[in-house]
């Protein structure tokens, strides 16, 4: 606010100084002063500029590698992925990431790390949308609404930054006309009505898929083998057909995926204990206090574990940790 006073008070000036254009060396001063004007101006305001959107993608690596926790196969998707795409001048598509998983499992959580690493002001830059199903499309009767409304903001926030990043939250709550509304933006075109949409990022995040996941994590533990050795081939035909075939997901009655629009999807897996204790000593850290093994195995005994017998995954993953915490301090 009171830089743009500042500078509305400079261009008055300026335009002043037009008029005593006699007095050159003045104007010269003037000139400059405005020139520099303009170059903190967008120092201090956010603009869609190099200045303010660029992958850090050794900060991006480092974030997934230390603070995301038990996700060795979206970890590196994600890393590749961005990377690739963000490096690439003239991509053919905007990147779509089909982000799917139980609750609690990071998926929320990932996108915001993406987000830190892309936009100097993460999660809250201008060019960073998110939308919630059941938030901003919760009754299907206002359906039509929405879809234009989508459109809208979709076309004029790309017309005003190319490189804006849409994360749709809940997509497995959301209608399946809604998501065909937005397919065009996904797909292989050059310009629609003018725009580029090839350097946007669009993230979708559902829990479809999430069961199937998790039974193969099972399966896995059950056969003693590692959890590292899950690959992305171990679940990646299984989980597009989920998403794909499950009739509760709103993703299955999308032609999103069998016209192939998204790029990636992304599993995340159910987390186990000792990523319950690594979540608890993070969350310390974040808070400022110094990370007590004690404290973390106590909370992370008190999740509540799947399958019953076993025990084995974390039913709420790491989410519940953050409200939690303060009873064990
Ligand atoms: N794999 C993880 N590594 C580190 N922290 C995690 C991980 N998963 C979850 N968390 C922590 O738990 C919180 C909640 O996770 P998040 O909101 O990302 O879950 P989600 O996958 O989006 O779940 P839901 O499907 O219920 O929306 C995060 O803010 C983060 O602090
Ligand atoms: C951009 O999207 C937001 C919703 O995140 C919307 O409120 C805004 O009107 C959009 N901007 C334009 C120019 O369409
Ligand atoms: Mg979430």
């Given at each position: ?55 850090d ?46 609750s ?18 993460g ?20 359906l ?14 790309v ?22 509304s ?14 580029s ?52 997901s709103g ?6 995926i069998?016209?192939?629009l998204?790029?990636f ?12 204790v ?23 005994k ?26 064990y301090?």
């Open positions: 606010m009171k830089a743009t006073h500042l500078y509305l008070l400079l261009q008055v000036f300026l335009s002043a100084s037009v008029l005593v254009h006699t007095f050159a060396p003045l104007n010269l001063a003037v000139g400059v002063g405005a020139l520099l004007w303009r170059k903190i101006d967008s120092y201090l305001h956010e603009t869609c500029h190099p200045k303010w959107i660029a992958l993608a050794t900060g991006l690596q480092v974030d997934l590698g230390n603070k995301m926790f038990g996700q060795h196969i979206a970890s590196r998707i994600i890393l590749q992925a961005v990377n690739e795409f963000m490096t690439n001048d003239n991509p053919k598509k905007p990147l779509v990431l089909s982000l799917h998983g139980s609690g499992t990071g998926k929320n959580f990932v996108s915001q790390l993406i987000a830190d690493n892309i936009y100097k002001e999660m809250d830059s201008n060019f960073v949308h998110m939308f919630t199903s059941t938030l901003h499309f919760p009754h299907s009767s206002h039509d609404t929405y879809k234009s409304q989508l459109q809208q903001w979709i076309k004029g926030n017309s005003n930054c190319a490189q804006s990043m849409f994360i749709f939250d809940e997509m497995d709550k959301m209608h399946p006309s809604l998501i065909d937005i397919k065009p933006y996904l797909d292989y075109y050059h310009k629609l009505d003018g725009v949409y090839r350097k946007a990022i669009f993230i979708f995040l559902s829990n479809a898929g999430g069961e199937i996941i998790a039974q193969t994590a099972l399966d896995f533990w059950k056969a003693g083998r590692d959890r590292e050795k899950i690959e992305l081939k171990d679940l990646e035909t299984l989980l597009s057909l989920e998403a794909f075939n499950n009739k509760k993703l299955s009655h999308s032609s999103l069998d016209n192939n998204v790029d999807f992304v599993p995340f897996l159910p987390l186990e204990y000792r990523h319950v690594q979540c608890v000593m993070a969350e310390m850290k974040a808070r400022g206090l110094r990370p007590d093994r004690g404290v973390a195995d106590r909370l992370a008190d999740v509540v574990y799947f399958p019953k017998s076993e025990r084995v995954f974390s039913s709420q993953g790491c989410k519940t940790i953050e409200k939690k915490l303060k009873f301090l």
